[in-house]
């Protein structure tokens, strides 16, 4: 029943971000800095957030790279692990030198938990070249906003065992920082990687 008030939570919040894109192209409309599609909502950003081993980071240390991220946490059951897990055979269907041109970045919504040593053993479990990136709750908070994710924490039970409700996309950032495109959940790998391709 919890996996399904869950899954239902999903949903509902896919749709809420579905309308709230919807409702961003409304109020736009015309064309975006990115020169992408017509009213694209403008993503990403300046963000300061802590590495795997303790160091500050900022978008200017993965300039030249395309960024492609997801904002999670490791406790998550299953959203969180599958769309890694995309990322991962996306990049593998890559030829070695597309995949060198990519910074694959977990951040977690979950600070309390996810320490820079937890984010960094999760995100390079899912592949060598991931990243995981966490931070202070404000830090969080702020590369967010910025990325327009969505997170609350859940209620905790008996035990203090605690869910985090979250948006789930998959940033694609270009070299220069722009924003580029994202790929919904459920997308497969193959077009991840057909999408990262037409990308570069
Ligand atoms: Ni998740």
Not at 17 to 37: H, M, N, R
Not at 104 to 118: H, L, N, S, Y
Not at 131 to 148: C, D, F, N, V, W
């Amino acid at each position: 029943m919890r996996w399904l008030i869950y899954g239902v939570a999903a949903v509902a919040l896919i749709v809420a971000a579905g309308i709230a894109v919807l409702a961003v192209k409304v109020i736009e409309g015309g064309p975006t800095e990115t020169g992408g599609l017509m009213g694209q909502p403008s993503v990403g950003g300046p963000f300061e957030l802590v590495d795997g081993d303790g160091r500050t980071v900022t978008p200017a240390d993965f300039a030249g790279k395309y960024m492609v991220l997801y904002f999670g946490f490791t406790y998550c059951p299953d959203v969180c692990p599958t769309e890694l897990i995309a990322i991962a055979d996306a990049l593998d269907l890559l030829t070695p030198e597309q995949r060198a041109r990519i910074q694959p970045i977990f951040v977690t919504v979950d600070p309390e938990r996810d320490t820079p040593a937890v984010v960094k053993d999760y995100a390079s479990n899912f592949h060598p070249q991931m990243i995981g990136l966490t931070g202070s709750p404000e830090q969080i908070r702020e590369a967010a906003k910025a990325y327009r994710v969505y997170y609350a924490k859940q209620e905790a039970d008996e035990n203090g065992n605690y869910q985090m409700a979250h948006s789930s996309f998959i940033y694609v950032m270009g070299p220069d920082g722009r924003f580029l495109r994202h790929f919904s959940m459920g997308t497969s790998p193959e077009e991840i990687a057909e999408g990262l391709r037409s990308a570069m």
